[in-house]
């Protein structure tokens, strides 16, 4: 099965998921050394601000910001010069150090700089679903057991079609397939959006909800924290998974 992001190192071992509170990646591509900009005689160099950033995974983004723009800044400062305006539905590349408020973008033209990770939601497309199964996948081998073709229920699941969606949210594999599963997950999510994510948590149950949840809060929108992400960035579809939809059903039941 083509993996639906590249990999990455973690620990010194090569892994394409997320291990417990590992790192999930959620990118095409990963720059083992920091990103260059251009000096004043238009040579490249290393900003002395990302130096650090050697090693860290790179994933992909997009603004999500209701002014429809974003200010890319010199340095890690609200009030530094603006290089770029980043307009909403263009992609970059993003770096982002656990604990940092602010991540280094780099856009398509090649302009880098500094942007709050409050601003950034992560970006799919659907190139980065997994492929037709390979012998020896573990997230396949273990669908197909439970009755599953995995391949043909993500497909289903990113287009929107609510079976599928229930079919492949309610898996549940064991070690490294598991860990691949949410993944693909942060992928489905992404494609079909939030609007039609939270029309189909509407129809489910309170355990449905919670179980989803708890697989999920390690990973799910990961270098960011889940739960913070999802009131952001998904926040129709959040209403549901944490909590707010929960009590309002539980009231309406006991009633």
């Known amino acids: 099965m ?19 509170n590992e790192q999930m990646p959620a990118a095409k591509s990963v720059s083992e050394q920091p990103s260059l900009q251009p000096d004043e005689n ?5 900003t002395r601000e990302f130096q650090g950033f050697a090693g860290v995974s790179e994933f992909r983004g997009v603004i999500d910001d209701p002014d429809g723009y974003v200010n890319l800044r010199k340095d890690k400062r609200a009030d530094a010069p603006v290089v770029a305006k980043v307009k909403a539905g ?4 993003f770096q982002k150090k ?3 408020d602010w991540c280094h ?3 398509e033209s090649g302009v880098g700089g500094w942007m709050h990770y409050s601003r950034i939601k992560l970006y799919f497309t659907k190139e980065d679903l997994p492929g037709k199964p390979e012998e020896g996948d ?11 073709n995995y391949y043909e229920v993500t497909q289903a699941a990113a287009r929107g079609d609510q079976k599928a969606l229930k079919t492949f949210l309610s898996f549940r594999g064991d070690g490294a397939a598991a860990e691949e599963h949410v993944g693909v997950s942060s992928v489905v999510i992404h494609l079909i959006g939030d609007d039609a994510f939270a029309k189909f948590l ?3 149950s309170l355990d449905f909800y919670e179980q989803l949840i708890a697989v999920w809060e390690l990973g799910i929108a990961w270098p960011f924290d889940t739960k913070e992400y999802l009131r952001r960035h998904f926040p129709k579809s959040a209403k549901f998974l944490l909590g707010h939809h929960r009590r309002h059903e539980q009231h309406r039941r006991k009633s």
């Not at 083509?2 to 417990?20: D, I, M, N, R």
């Not at 263009?90 to 590349?93: D, G, L, N, S, V």
């Open 42 to 46: 238009g040579e490249e160099t290393v």
């Open 138 to 148: 573990e997230v396949d081998e273990q669908a197909r057991e439970r009755g599953i």
């Open 98 to 100: 656990e604990h940092d």
């Open 202 to 204: 509407d129809e489910q």
């Open 90 to 93: 263009e992609p970059f590349e």
């Open 2 to 20: 083509k993996c639906f992001c590249s990999f990455f190192v973690t620990a010194g071992l090569t892994v394409t998921c997320f291990a417990g």
């Open 105 to 107: 973008v780099k856009l």
